[in-house]
């Protein structure tokens, strides 16, 4: 993604005739590269590329990023051109500027309907982009011609990540094993996938609301609680930002031990991660478990290990090499997450997940309120040592968050109902995070 650099000296170039980039050119006059590129998110897409082209061609150059430059005043110069348009919507996925591809590779695929190595570059766009039902409708709509690996995997990959079960399993089941060993990786994670949609849609029902079941479907993870607020509004039990309590960690962990008991899991004892959080977390999970807290080690087997945020422990001493040791766990390991982003790509996926959220606060970090003039304020961070914090956590309050009443009910009952379901394939496959594997580009296709 662009950064902010110093505005360089202006040259003769050619303005935008759109008003729409002219806040974008304006940004670029102020030395704003990423406002530039917030303007350009929000209003370049019905714009043709070809004229989105000149704003892209100077951020990047002011960047420092020459290829985007060379391909965007190419584009600039001969709109129409297929070829121009792939390279430049190619640059741009490089450069993780994906949104300002999409129209570009549209219009490449149009001129030339045949070449499959522009339609993966527009799915590879969609895909980054998390727009999984147009990567599936692209795909879907040259099923006819596509090729098994990657095409069809990447139709049902995508189609799985959309929702669409039907389509999924009815591509899924007219694809052959790949030649190509590169590809075996892939199909034993989405094998697992459609596995765990074959046992999860019995007891949930795997629609557009059903947080829980597509976040095992995908990832194998049980996720525990569900937002209070904002259901029907689209977060379906995602939190956007969230000041995390004690209570609502007292609630995770309540729910991890439900999760263990209703699979027939026999930990015996609990790993204790880098990072101040996953320790004070580690440290009331061996209280509320019954079971000796010990440090994390690779080879443990029949351990809970707990991390608040996978993200802090990637930043810790020695978090890489743990991060890494994550991926193939030893057998009977299992990792809980406190605190999960769902607008990131994990570091490593999750057994057992307490909330997902955009922006979250540890309790002990220290909460927004208001200062004495009135000004929104942090509190001071809680600096007590980490066994007097997860002390607090085990007693505190477990009673969820009425909320605004949009959320459906979620009792322990229904909760350890759906995990004894799924418990056959809960723990299986590999942990990486949720994106396809994506097929070799080149930066040429004629």
Not at 40 to 61: D, I, K, S, Y
Not at 321 to 326: D, F, K, S, T
Not at 348 to 375: I, M, Y
Request: charge should be negative.
């Amino acid at each position: 993604m662009f950064s902010r650099r110093n505005r360089r000296p202006k040259s003769a170039e050619p303005r935008p005739n759109s008003p729409e980039l002219t806040e974008a050119w304006e940004s670029l006059d102020q030395g704003d590269i990423p406002g530039a590129l917030r303007s350009l998110r929000a209003r370049a897409e019905p714009l043709p590329p070809g004229e989105v082209a000149v704003v892209v061609a100077r951020a990047a150059r002011e960047a420092g990023f020459d290829d985007l430059h060379t391909a965007a005043t190419a584009l600039a110069a001969r709109p129409d051109r297929a070829q121009e348009l792939y390279s430049y919507g190619y640059a741009c996925v490089e450069r993780g500027v994906s949104y300002l591809a999409i129209p570009a590779l549209r219009q490449a695929l149009d001129r030339v309907p045949d070449s499959g190595a522009v339609l993966r570059e527009l799915v590879s766009a969609y895909e980054r982009e998390g727009r999984h039902p147009e990567a599936a409708d692209a795909l879907n709509a040259r099923e006819g011609a596509l090729n098994d690996w990657p095409d069809r995997y990447l139709l049902v990959y995508n189609a799985l990540m959309a929702g669409d079960l039907e389509l999924a399993r009815r591509q899924h089941a007219l694809l052959p094993d790949p030649e190509d060993e590169i590809w075996l990786g892939a199909q034993d994670r989405q094998r697992r996938m459609l596995e765990r949609a074959a046992v999860a849609g019995p007891v949930t029902p795997l629609d557009r609301s059903d947080l829980r079941g597509w976040q095992f479907v995908m990832g194998g993870t049980v996720l525990g609680t569900l937002s209070p607020y904002g259901f029907d509004a689209g977060m379906t039990g995602r939190f956007a930002w969230l000041q995390d309590s004690h209570d609502l960690c007292l609630r995770g962990l309540l729910r991890l031990r439900t999760v263990l008991a209703a699979a027939e899991a026999r930990p015996r004892s609990v790993s204790l991660l880098p990072g101040r959080g996953s320790r004070i977390l580690g440290l009331a999970a061996a209280e509320i478990l019954d079971l000796p807290a010990v440090e994390f080690a690779a080879d443990r087997q029949d351990t809970v290990v707990i991390a608040y945020d996978l993200d802090e422990v990637a930043r810790a001493d020695q978090g890489p090499e743990i991060i890494g040791q994550l991926l193939e766990r030893t057998p009977g390991q299992v990792l809980h997450e406190h605190a999960s982003s769902w607008t990131d790509r994990p570091v490593v996926t999750a057994d057992s997940v307490t909330l997902l959220h955009q922006s979250v606060r540890a309790p002990w970090e220290g909460h927004l309120g208001g200062g004495q003039d009135g000004t929104p304020e942090y509190g001071a961070p809680d600096d007590r040592p980490a066994e007097e914090v997860a002390a607090e956590i085990v007693a505190a309050d477990p009673t969820p968050d009425e909320g605004d009443g949009t959320t459906p009910a979620d009792p322990d009952d229904r909760f350890a109902d759906f995990v004894t379901a799924v418990r056959g394939t809960w723990l299986q496959g590999n942990r990486t995070g949720l994106r396809s594997a994506g097929p070799v580009r080149s930066s040429r296709f004629l």
